[in-house]
Nanobody, 119 residues
Framework: VQLQASGGGLVQPGGSLRLSCAAS????????MGWYRQAPGKQRELVAT???????NYADSVKARFTCSRDNAKNTVYLQMNSLKPEDTAVYYC??????????????WGQGTLVTVSS
């Protein structure tokens, strides 16, 4: 299973970005997809997750600013980030809990995409 993330970049404070992450491979089912981030010198932290039925969970620091959604038909998860702050600067990683052929479940990570919020 491969997770390919895209959409990172440089944005000014108050701006918006949309991240995408597509899963590919011998996928039978995906239960949870989501986003984590790691800022320089800090541990990786949860940003948002979404189940296959659309139930979402957000870190308190991003609630009301970020929206996590997914397209089950495309095995793709999105993160719409609005009102970005400098403290949102980090490498963003997508994550998915996936069942592959034979209903073997595993936790998979994308390569990370850098989001920089700066004027």
């Amino acid at each position: 299973v491969q997770l390919q993330a895209s959409g990172g970049g440089l944005v000014q404070p108050g701006g918006s970005l949309r991240l995408s992450c597509a899963a590919s491979g011998s996928i039978v089912s995906i239960y949870i997809m989501g986003w984590y981030r790691q800022a320089p010198g800090k541990q990786r932290e949860l940003v948002a997750t979404i189940t296959n039925r659309g139930a979402t969970n957000y870190a308190d620091s991003v609630k009301a600013r970020f929206t996590c959604s997914r397209d089950n038909a495309k095995n793709t998860v999105y993160l719409q980030m609005n009102s970005l702050k400098p403290e949102d600067t980090a490498v963003y990683y997508c994550n998915a809990y996936v069942a592959t052929t034979g209903w073997r479940w595993g936790d998979y990570w994308g390569q990370g995409t850098l989001v920089t919020v700066s004027s």
